[in-house]
């Protein structure tokens, strides 16, 4: 069954959306963004790169506010060695961040793993280097309502409004996922209206009623469950089991230029999933409330007590290559990309993580 949402002339400036909290935008956002984008990465720039034995030793790239990513617990840990990271802004939306790390205006980029398919589906010269977030039993995505909301079923959310963080990845695509299991028609799934909310502001405005139901992922999730008067609709665990869902990518040139750059980053990556795996939850909240403070962003640091997991499947996030085979052949289904349009061997590699194969491990939250 192929799932399609119509276009609007709703501006694809992802900046625009941020303000736009609950404001009606186009399904298909994401594609059209792609599709302005290609041109633009179709040379694979970045300026950090620089050719011969002088390798950047500068990663430019955006964060997530009140959050801390792989890379800056890598680099706080000490893993980056020489490499620094470069803090250029905050982000929301995965899309957006590995179309900056397309462009150049970041080194690397991190998004749901359908919008690399997507991306690269459009002649972006990216590589994904190693899985970053997922889900498991701590770590996952709910779509909630507040309790006494009618919506209990997937036909129950047409005409309705789902705030997320972004269009066009993680939170639409198990949407869909979980309309299309529904058994609902095309025209049906076209009716329900995800919207964009940033992520802090989701849970107040599921509260306040602007939205009915709202996607709560981590530590923000955590925090309105713990508030209460909130239930779940679905999860993207009960969806799909334990999986890897986004990675970072970094450009074809940028690897090729900054080969070492590239390889200590991964690596470093790779060591930060298993420290935190390793060690006791209450040390890792407490390194990145640290973190948090540090950096002097005037930031809140409350949540970050719920942190559980950042459930990765795979050990030091290697990449299979089924956690992206799976939304090659979802887009295809859609009719998004044409079916050989993406080669998987194309989209990733794991030459520059330097942590020794082993099996998947899932410990989390203990």
């Not at 399904?27 to 011969?52: I, K, M, P």
């Not at 469950?225 to 990675?247: K, P, Q, V, W």
Request: with cysteine.
């Amino acid at each position: 069954m192929r799932i399609r949402r119509k276009n609007s002339s709703r501006s694809t400036d992802l900046e625009q959306d941020f303000s736009m909290a609950t404001t009606a935008s186009t399904r298909r956002q994401f594609l059209s963004l792609l599709g302005l984008s290609a041109v633009a990465v179709s040379c694979g720039t970045s300026a950090g790169a620089t050719a011969g034995k002088s390798q950047t030793k500068t990663l430019r790239y955006q964060g997530w506010a009140g959050q801390v990513t792989l890379p800056e617990l890598a680099e706080d840990l000490g893993y980056l060695e020489d490499v620094k990271l470069e803090w250029v802004g905050n982000t929301i939306s995965g899309p957006q961040d590995i179309q900056s790390a397309a462009t150049g205006q970041t080194d690397f980029g991190g998004a749901f793993n359908g919008a690399v398919v997507k991306l690269a589906a459009n002649n972006a010269p990216i590589k994904a280097v190693i899985s970053y977030y997922g889900a498991d039993k701590y770590a996952y995505n709910g779509f909630y309502v507040l309790e006494g909301s009618p919506v209990r079923s997937p036909e129950d959310l047409i005409g309705k409004k789902i705030g997320m963080n972004t269009l066009g990845a993680h939170s639409e695509a198990m949407l869909d996922i979980y309309l299309q299991r529904g058994g609902l028609s095309q025209a049906q799934i076209g009716k329900a209206e995800p919207l964009v909310v940033p992520p802090v502001n989701t849970e107040q405005s599921l509260r306040q009623k602007q939205i009915d139901v709202a996607v709560l992922g981590g530590i923000l999730r955590d925090k309105a469950l713990e508030t209460g008067g909130i239930r779940a609709l679905f999860t993207d665990y009960e969806l799909l089991g334990a999986f890897s869902a986004g990675t970072y990518v970094m450009t074809d040139r940028f690897l090729e230029q900054n080969p070492d750059t590239a390889r200590v980053f991964t690596t470093a990556v790779g060591r930060a999933i298993d420290w935190s795996r390793s060690t006791p939850r209450e040390e890792v909240v407490a390194r990145m409330t640290e973190i948090v403070k540090k950096r002097g962003r005037n930031e809140d640091t409350a949540p970050l007590k719920y942190w559980r997991s950042f459930g990765v499947a795979e050990r030091s996030g290697r990449i299979t290559g089924k956690e992206l085979q799976l939304w090659i052949d979802w887009l295809v289904e859609r009719g998004d990309i044409k079916k050989d349009q993406v080669k998987l061997s194309d989209l990733y590699t794991n030459e520059f993580n330097g942590n020794k194969k082993s099996p998947s491990a899932s410990k989390s939250g203990s």
